[in-house]
């Protein structure tokens, strides 16, 4: 289900006409790699924005505000550490990615909450719970 899908079509429409930036001279030299960077030689044609040499990244190519931080999904992307801040969101526009440092125990705690409550999780795999070394134990003496 895509929400804000008036939005992410806005935001798609000023993406279209936004040229792709690419670093200076980068289709010249292969151990220059395409991603930005901006020109600041003294001569530089890119820099001084001369006719038939592409654009500069400039501020008037950015997009809609309305639809600026919202995943692909619609829904603003927020990140959460904890349940607390799992309870603060709007579950009709918000969405939780958890972050990183989170371990696998509170992980666990933050998905299934937010199952509960109906929040969607962006990266809400359950890690896999791998058995301890005496269940393993255990199961191979009752199979004996």
Same mark, same amino acid.
């Given at each position: 289900?895509?929400?804000?899908?008036?939005?992410?079509?806005?935001?798609?429409?000023?993406?279209?006409?936004?040229? *792709?930036?690419?670093? %200076?001279? =980068?289709?010249?030299?292969?151990?220059?790699?395409?991603?930005? /960077?901006? +020109? #600041?030689?003294?001569?530089? *044609?890119?820099?001084? %924005?001369? =006719?038939?040499?592409?654009?500069?990244?400039?501020?008037?190519? /950015?997009? +809609? #505000?309305?639809?600026?931080?919202?995943?692909?999904?619609?829904?603003?992307?927020?990140?959460?550490?904890?349940?607390?801040?799992?309870?603060?969101?709007?579950?009709?526009?918000?969405?939780?990615?958890?972050?990183?440092?989170?371990?696998?125990?509170?992980?666990?705690?933050?998905?299934?909450?937010?199952?509960?409550?109906?929040?969607k999780v962006l990266n809400g795999k359950k890690p896999e719970l791998k058995t301890s070394?005496?269940?393993?134990?255990?199961?191979?003496q009752e199979q004996k």
């Amino acid at each position: 289900m895509v929400i804000n899908a008036d939005l992410l079509e806005q935001r798609k429409k000023v993406s279209e006409n936004r040229p *792709k930036f690419k670093r %200076q001279e =980068s289709w010249r030299y292969k151990r220059l790699a395409t991603n930005w /960077r901006k +020109p #600041k030689g003294i001569d530089n *044609k890119m820099r001084l %924005q001369v =006719s038939g040499v592409p654009a500069l990244v400039k501020i008037g190519y /950015r997009g +809609p #505000k309305a639809s600026r931080g919202l995943h692909p999904s619609g829904y603003v992307d927020n990140l959460v550490h904890n349940v607390n801040e799992l309870l603060k969101l709007n579950k009709d526009k918000d969405a939780a990615r958890i972050a990183h440092t989170v371990g696998k125990k509170k992980r666990l705690e933050i998905i299934s909450k937010a199952e509960s409550i109906g929040i969607k999780v962006l990266n809400g795999k359950k890690p896999e719970l791998k058995t301890s070394k005496t269940e393993d134990v255990s199961s191979k003496q009752e199979q004996k």
